[in-house]
């Protein structure tokens, strides 16, 4: 326990060594600023910095003295307050759709700059990390922490204007909405004579256009009019394009608004469909504006009725405005982590590389299996250790992979899977080293399954299975014993079948003191070789009898005999097999006399 909370505070002193939170946080932060500014006056006079970082310490400190006392503030957006007014002029709408469209705008801009700062904020705390980590960017690493704080401090302040101007935004949209039943449009003849004129004047800028591209390509051979003066016609015409096109753009969007208001459903699909054609002609803030003006629209059609928004989804515009809405809800930031935002697209991206290594996890295990099933592996938990761990090592590699494909920063990670493992070392001690044994006796082959070991006379046996914990021994009885792997580094045992296939049988007998030694050994010597017990009778390996011990009464022998390896699988059946033999040679069964008589005649 002691162990896992010293770990614990490690690891909350690494973290929070990392970022110095007093240029950001707390009630002193401006006291802060001015030692941090007395450290500088103090280098300067010392020379102990290069002037070119002091002076952009210097001036990174007096922006965040500003940046301290500055307040959100947010852009003037004139609307009418129309849920006052009982019927609506389509022009004061018509300013409210715009007015909310540079809204729409500047909330996107907002929320891209706010993305920026996040990115910001973790590539400076990635550098902060290295730095503290090598020591070998002090010269720099003050100016970081206070590039760092500039920009966690501008975060924060943007956040909140963000949050003001979405709140207006979702106020002034209620409004609009609920206000178009009320607006009073013009007569839709004198908005398509402005769109027929408009679409009349674009014809006659892209032929003027076409013009003074041919112009521009003829000087190559005759160089009439100068080349300035051709590209200031062009970008003047461009310009005069832009504004035809706007004012076109504006007029569908006063029909859209009012065939939206009276239902029109085709003639409002339509319409939508013919701004989105003209859209992509504009180019600039413009562009932007009436683009953000169509969405509006959709929304307000999308929310106008349910026949209306299933039409609309329909539509190529319609499918357009899902994409684009899907794309923003996918790219939405959920949370943040270590300054590395999440969304629902990083999350789904991790999710499915994590997927795929599960995939290929399963096929190698199936695969370690199968290669099994074809007694290429003998030993069932070996193969199962070895499926087992390539799985969670395939995860494990997989886990890491999808982490630096979303851009997580891998430092914290290690450091805590680095403490992880260290308070596993300590807890795992004896698996560890189990595990470590396991993997020796399989380099060196001192044990293999199927040879008969023994640890001490009660364990006995042969190797049943063997994996990187223990190896189980299956005795004569059909009992298995689990041993760990360490007993056969710290202790003794006997492997009988190490080398070759057979071994030398001890079997212990006594007889009287006054027979012949000669007479014994030749007795169970013929004995054993007119036996069909098996034993081997090469020029090497001789059964022999030899003299163990003599005492008053007896003296005790031994008879040597070379066996195959299977009989020795059962010492006890073994030896009663061959002192049966003995017993045979050496007292050999009486006729019965009583059956011999009555058998006579």
Known sequence: MKIVIFLLLLITYTFSATIDKAFFEGDNVLKYYESIEKELNSTIRQKLKDPKIIELERSTLQKLKKLQTLKPETKSFPFSDLSKMETINANVYLNTLYTLAKLSVEIKHLQTKEKEFQEKLFELKNTIEKEVETNGGQSTLLSDQMQYAFYKISKEKLSKTLSLYQALYEKEFGKFQKALSRVHFARKTQAKKIIDKTNRQIQSLEKKDILLTIDKDSEVLHPENPPKKIEETKKRLQEETQAVLSKKMRTYILLALQYLQQNNQKEYLHTMELLDEDIQKLSGEEKEILQSAVELILQLGEQHSD???VAIASTQIGLQNIIQNLDH?????????????????????????????????KIYKNFVDKFRKTNRIKSL????MVANSGYYIIILATFFIALKTIG??????????????LWLAFGLQSFISN??????????????IGDHIELDPNTVGDVDDMDFRSITIRSSDNTRTTIPNSRFISGTFINHTLEGVSRRLHVHFSAGKYIPHEEIEQKILSALHESDLPHL????????VAILDINRKIV???????????????????QSMYLKLIHSALYPAKPNKTSTDTNQP
């Open 408 to 421: 997580l920063d891998m430092h914290t990670i290690f450091i805590v899977i680095g403490a992880i493992l």
């Open 556 to 574: 005790r022998y031994a008879l040597l005999v070379w066996v195959p390896k299977e009989l020795t699988y059962d010492m006890t059946l073994a």
């Open 381 to 384: 938990s070996t193969a199962r």
């Open 435 to 448: 595990y470590a044994i396991g993997t020796l006796l399989r380099i060196d082959r001192s044990i293999r």
């Open 329 to 361: 809800y996918l790219n939405k930031t959920l949370f943040v982590y270590e300054e590395k935002a999440f969304s629902i697209k990083t999350i789904l991206i991790f999710a499915f590389i994590l997927a795929i290594g599960f995939i290929v996890a």
């Open 537 to 544: 009778d090469t020029e090497d390996k001789k059964a022999q």
């Open 307 to 309: 026949t209306t928004s």
